[in-house]
């Protein structure tokens, strides 16, 4: 089973600010099954990220995720107000999925 | 516009049974697998279950935090699918979310709330 370690827990930043997300796999994953999720609350969860690196519909060009292996990377370039949420990544393997425990962007 | 809907929540007693069910427009639904997943009350997301398409088999996937007591079925002809949640345990309180999708979820409902509770 692969477990998905986020970190940090909480990132404080500033808008404009860039932020820096990590999730780390217990085991090497391939780079198609690696997604990222912005959850605001009392809302669904929105796809931005899908084979690490592909940004979904919609998704503004601040948004990046880059990775590989057992480390894969959310960048948001220049945070905007709209941005602070709790970012979610997602392994999507052949038989289950697992998400990692989520890190929250607050404003500083 | 993709929209999809979920209904069926709401309070429930432990060991009993519910069914939670998500409504798909905009999109042909049929060609399109169903994932269903959790959030419990401040906490993280979970996947529960997918339904594949029928093109692709119509794949059924659990998690095994719910194999054996839940059951995904779809409707191609109403665009719907269907959660079936037996022998419900306290542990199952969460909203659940259906969205469109098997791997990365692009599409997601607004969720349901079940609420398992004596």
């Known amino acids: 089973e692969i477990v998905l370690t986020q970190s940090p827990g909480t990132l404080s930043l500033s808008p404009g600010e860039r932020a820096t997300l990590s999730c780390r796999a217990s085991?090497?994953?391939?780079?198609?099954?690696l997604a990222w999720y912005q959850q605001k609350p009392g809302q669904a969860p929105r796809l931005l990220i899908y084979e690490a690196s592909t940004r979904a519909t919609g998704i503004p060009d601040r948004f990046s995720g880059g990775g590989s292996g057992t480390d894969f990377t959310l960048t948001v370039s220049r945070l905007e107000p709209e941005d602070f949420a709790v970012y979610y990544c997602q392994h999507y393997g052949s038989s289950t999925r697992a998400f990692g425990q989520g890190t929250k962007v607050e404003i500083k | 516009e993709v929209q999809l809907v979920e209904s069926g929540g709401g309070l429930v007693q432990p060991g009993r049974s519910l069914r939670l069910s998500c409504t798909g427009s905009?999109?042909?639904?049929?060609?399109?697998?169903i994932t269903w997943f959790r959030q419990a009350p401040g906490k993280g997301l979970e996947w529960v279950g997918f339904?594949?398409?029928?093109?692709?088999?119509?794949?059924?996937q659990y998690a095994a935090s719910v194999q054996g007591r839940f059951t995904i079925s779809r409707d191609d002809s109403k665009s719907i699918a269907h959660l079936q949640m037996s022998s419900l345990k306290t542990e199952d309180t969460a909203v659940y979310y259906c969205?469109?999708?098997?791997?990365?979820?692009?599409?997601w409902g607004h969720g349901t709330l079940v609420t398992v509770s004596s």
């Open positions: 085991q090497s994953v391939s780079s198609s099954y």
């Open positions: 339904i594949g398409s029928e093109a692709y088999g119509g794949t059924i």
């Open positions: 969205s469109r999708g098997s791997g990365w979820c692009d599409y």
């Open positions: 905009g999109f042909t639904f049929g060609g399109s697998a």
